[in-house]
């Protein structure tokens, strides 16, 4: 399989660019965006195997581009990234078709575990 294309979304710009540039390392094709807006034509251009997507973003929220997203592709695979707490969220997130979610601050090994197991869903389907 090809490099593993991820589209990281979160309006933390710090946090955002950290995180990009620590999956590169690992040999992931990392785009990344801070808002959903400036994300949409990532996602046309790159066609990304996974996106990486925050919840509470302006403008347009991570559950509104996770809608978006699985209108457009619905084999898309998404892992949602959410604050302790936002316990509602997720399980809005995971009825909208989210794969996984992990809870910010990140553990960067159980990250690499779900993006993994998403690599791993890709290969079997083919």
């Known amino acids: 399989m ?3 294309k991820i589209l990281l979304v979160d309006d933390e710009v710090d946090f ?5 540039e620590r999956l590169s390392m690992r040999e992931y094709d990392i785009k990344f965006a801070t808002s959903s807006i ?3 034509p990532l996602f046309y251009s790159c066609s990304p195997h996974l996106i ?10 991570g ?3 996770l809608k978006l997203i699985k209108k457009i592709n619905p084999a ?3 892992i949602m990234l959410t604050a302790y707490g936002d316990v509602k969220y997720v399980e809005e997130a995971m009825k909208e078709g989210a794969l ?3 809870i910010k601050p990140i553990d960067i ?3 690499i575990i779900k993006i993994e197991r998403v690599r791993e869903k890709i290969k079997q389907r083919g």
């Not at 955002?16 to 990009?20: D, E, G, I, N, R």
């Not at 990486?52 to 929220?61: S, V, W, Y």
């Open 2 to 4: 090809e490099k593993l």
């Open 16 to 20: 955002v660019t950290t995180l990009s």
């Open 38 to 40: 400036e994300a949409m």
């Open 52 to 61: 990486i997507l925050d919840i509470r973003m302006p403008e347009m929220n």
């Open 63 to 65: 559950i509104e581009f």
């Open 76 to 78: 898309a695979e998404v």
């Open 100 to 102: 996984e979610y992990i």
């Open 109 to 111: 090994k159980e990250l």
